[in-house]
């Protein structure tokens, strides 16, 4: 198993309406920084998003933002990250990510930050990766999701042999560890991720 060395973060481009989110945000990015994870996300200075890459920058952390370019005013592009990749739509931008990425992190967020999630949720699923993907379920934010997904493996439509890999860390503190307890495989031949609640 090889060190996680790059972190893609998923999470809002807004704060929500819990200071919890925030706070959240800012831990996470200094922890990834202080423990020499390099973070890749969306490239914009807004919400969670801007707040988990300022929060690597300040603690000496290299940030990789990419963002199409119809998202640079709306999202205000961080100017002060080390790497800025502007690409034309969005199916562009989460390939870089995930190529650049060794593991992925879901703060709180919207209905993107979910897209971004479940995409990579399935193609873990069907053996196109074996990259951690955690969930930060700040004050349980998560814990609706992660019961839809009982719902779905009750009636059959999550299988054995198809489950879901991700693990879950219930603040942003315990996300650091799991990451570096878990490597990732690169060539993709990584032992299943067993679902794990910390």
Request: proline share 4%; glycine share 12%.
């Amino acid at each position: 198993m090889a060190l996680v060395r790059t972190v893609c973060v998923y999470c809002g481009s807004g704060f929500g309406k819990n200071p919890a989110f925030k706070e959240a945000a800012q831990m996470l990015g200094t922890a990834l920084a202080q423990a020499g994870m390099s973070l890749v996300y969306g490239g914009g200075d807004v919400g969670l998003m801007g707040t988990v890459a300022r929060a690597v920058l300040e603690s000496g952390g290299h940030v990789t933002g990419i963002i199409p370019d119809f998202l640079q005013a709306r999202e205000n592009m961080l100017d002060a990250v080390d790497e800025t990749i502007v690409v034309p739509d969005m199916h562009t931008r989460k390939r870089l990510m995930f190529e650049r990425s060794d593991a992925f992190v879901t703060l709180p967020g919207g209905i993107g930050t979910l897209e971004e999630l479940v995409e990579q949720l399935t193609w873990a699923q069907l053996g196109r990766h074996r990259k951690p993907v955690v969930l930060v379920s700040v004050d349980d934010f998560w814990a609706p999701l992660l019961g839809l997904f009982d719902h779905m493996r009750d009636h059959g439509f999550i299988r054995d042999g198809l489950d879901l890999s991700y693990l879950v860390a219930k603040d942003a503190a315990a996300v650091v560890p799991l990451l570096q307890a878990a490597g990732h495989e690169p060539d993709g031949r990584a032992e299943e991720l067993v679902v794990t609640k910390m």
